[in-house]
């Protein structure tokens, strides 16, 4: 299988969705799929390096939250207010990255470190519920009736973020794609086994690394922004806080970390699970006695549990690298062999 | 009217200043089962908070829905927390050894979906709430502090010292001490690691059963508790220099004070935010933790 080309026939199919007749609820789990997929594809790049951040949801939420923010008071076109939004993010990457890198703080001590940072934005967005509206989640001001291109406000015609999406998804893979074909990859990876002798030949760490965690940031931002200006409703514990950073972490791992496609089913897989299970046990609750009951919206989160546990253990390449291993029979499971990676 | 003013101002600021002390007991109690855990094995329990949760929940329906005796339902969710820890590493971290150690921190995540689903299903999401109050002490005419808050400090004191004895003292402890140096040389010398290994997963999760015990009389238990205090408990340890013991509980009293310091001059979200800005930029001045040794 030609993996190019079955991208580039999935991204048309996805396209022709709507003049099949595909629209309302399925349209939208399609689009979700694809927006959160560009959200994990953006945390896929610096993870598969061993860059394992647990601060994906706070760039996701200053994504949103700029974005929205600068609209409702400043009446600021997010055509403006994105790329101001992704500036923002990247500057702050930049500021908490930066120290990070210099002062060699790697593994779980980075991970610490950014969830940290996951906690402060969500912190600070609930500390500042006079303006964002803390839990309680914001909207961003309908622009009128109806479309908006100024907006990008597209209420009750899902077609349009349609198209935006899966471009948008299209971007995500090909930067998978070119970070996995250049030089940087060599880089870090090389970095990834060995700070210290990668250095001594010549690697600038700590310029490589920055490089793609503020990529990855960015993109993660957009998603967040993205998200946003489609539900026209954000919350610190919907696209923000150390949850949906966990949660980032657990749709890569499952879809698999060393492969383009492997957010993607990542996306699909987490989505569609927790669809399913909401739509067939719902969130049905039986009494069993006064403080115990069987309450079925605790299902999904139990069974991710499981799963993540279960991918860890026994395919930590996810499930697009242990199904290409498994067609190619290299047979390698561990994480650390980073294999010829998964086309 | 300026004087009264600052009467207030301080009167109030003390007391601010002494929550801040009696919470920063609690969060050393919650820091040290953890900081254990990563000592001795290297590996981060991201679901730490989740167990203290289970412990909660636990002692909440023995003593709510079968109406057993408070000390009892605590024992039994020590116990059982105990378990947990054991369970934890049982299952999940001794498959993962050899792995790297974020692949350990990624399945740890997992246990904490698991945990948190698992409490969702047979509790909702309801907040439960113990609705046990022991009054307050008056210190004086104006500062009053809660008999909870006070005995939770003292018990956590208490733990501490005789968890410190443990290690320092006696013949298992010394054997804990050394594996956390040198695991290959250890296991060299005919110990079995494996065994220390779920001793002291286990006695992790005893730890963080009674942090349950005592946030259970304070706070409502929900599924999503870990998430308020799993955070600060990581950054804890982390700050006091991950598996050093005293740099855990010193800067479990920085943080305390932060946060209730910032809750005073403003919400109390600011004080979190504080605390956790504070934890980052510490990190870029001593990424080793604020009371690592020079080596």
Redesign the interface.
């Known amino acids: 299988m030609n993996n190019k080309n079955f991208i580039g026939f999935l991204a048309v199919f996805l396209c022709l969705l709507p003049l099949i007749g595909v629209k309302g609820y399925p349209l939208h789990i399609v689009i979700t799929i694809l927006i959160w997929s560009f959200a994990y594809t953006g945390w896929s790049i610096m993870g598969r390096f ?1 860059l ?1 951040s647990l601060g994906h949801g706070a760039f996701m939420a200053m994504g949103g939250y700029i974005t929205a923010l600068l609209w409702n008071y400043f009446g600021m076109s997010p055509w403006l207010g994105i790329p101001i939004a992704l500036t923002i993010t990247g500057i702050l990457a930049l500021i ?1 990255a930066y ?2 890198f ?4 790697v ?3 980075f ?3 950014t ?6 934005v969500r ?2 967005i ?2 500042t519920r006079d303006y964002t509206g803390g839990s309680l989640g914001y909207t961003p001001e309908p622009h009128g009736e109806g479309w908006s291109i100024y907006a990008i406000q597209f209420p009750d015609d899902r077609m349009v973020f349609l198209y935006i999406a899966v471009f948008t998804w299209l971007v995500g893979i090909i930067i998978w794609k070119i970070i996995d074909g250049s030089m940087s990859r060599y880089a870090l990876e090389a970095i990834s086994e060995d700070e210290d002798a990668s250095s001594a030949i010549g690697v600038k760490v700590t310029k490589e690394k920055l490089k793609i965690t503020i990529l990855s940031a960015v993109m993660t931002a957009f998603a967040g922004a993205l998200y946003c200006q489609y539900q026209m409703f954000i919350s610190p514990d919907t696209i923000g ?3 949906i950073s ?1 949660q980032i ?2 749709a890569v ?1 499952v879809g698999g970390i060393y492969s383009a496609l492997g957010p993607t089913v990542g996306a699909i897989i987490t989505l569609f699970l927790a669809e399913i299970l909401r739509i067939s046990i719902g969130t049905a ?1 039986v009494n069993l ?21 279960g991918f ?2 026994f395919l ?1 390449k996810g499930i697009v690298g242990g199904l290409s291993d498994f067609i190619s029979k290299k047979g390698e499971t ?3 062999a980073k294999s010829s990676n998964a086309k | 009217m300026a004087e009264f003013l600052d009467s207030l101002f301080s009167i109030f600021f003390i007391e601010t200043l002494m929550n801040g002390l009696l919470l920063g007991g609690i969060l050393a109690l919650l820091s040290v089962g953890l900081n254990l855990i990563f000592g001795v094995i290297d590996v981060v329990w991201i679901c730490y908070a989740e167990i203290i949760m289970v412990g909660m929940y636990l002692i909440f329906y023995l003593n709510n829905d079968l109406g057993i005796h408070i000390i009892p339902s605590m024992i039994a969710g020590i116990l059982f927390s105990g378990l947990v820890g054991w369970l934890t590493h049982k299952l999940v971290i001794a498959k993962l050894i050899d792995a790297a150690p974020i692949n350990q921190l990624i399945a740890t995540g997992g246990l904490l979906f698991f945990f948190q689903g698992a409490a969702m299903i047979v509790f909702g999401i309801e907040f439960r709430n113990m609705g046990v109050s022991l009054g307050s002490l008056a210190v004086n005419e104006d500062i009053y502090l809660s008999w909870t808050r006070l005995i939770s400090f003292a018990i956590s004191g208490l733990i501490v010292v005789a968890l410190y004895l443990f290690l320092s003292r006696s013949y298992l402890g010394a054997a804990i001490r050394a594996i956390s140096q040198d695991k290959e040389i250890m296991s060299l010398m005919g110990v079995d690691t494996k065994k220390l290994y779920l001793l002291t997963s286990a006695i992790g999760g005893a730890l963080a059963g009674l942090g349950g015990c005592l946030l259970v009389l304070q706070y409502d238990v929900h599924p999503f508790i870990g998430l308020s205090f799993g955070p600060i408990t990581f950054i804890i340890c982390v700050m006091g220099g991950l598996g050093n013991m005293v740099g855990g509980f010193i800067a479990a009293f920085i943080f305390s004070e932060l946060i209730t310091i910032g809750g005073y001059f403003a919400e109390i979200e600011w004080g979190y935010v504080l605390a956790f800005v504070f934890f980052i930029i510490m990190m870029f001045v001593r990424p080793e933790g604020l009371f690592a040794r020079k080596s």
Request: charged share 5%; with cysteine.
């Open positions: 061993g394992v908490v120290p990070c210099k002062f060699r703080i593994g779980h001590y991970a610490l470190v969830l940290a940072l996951s906690e402060v912190q600070v609930i500390a806080g150390v949850g966990l972490v657990f791992v609750t006695t006064e403080n115990l009951t069987i309450n079925a919206a605790g299902f999904p989160l139990f069974i991710y549990g499981i799963m993540l546990i860890i253990i930590p561990s994480l650390n």
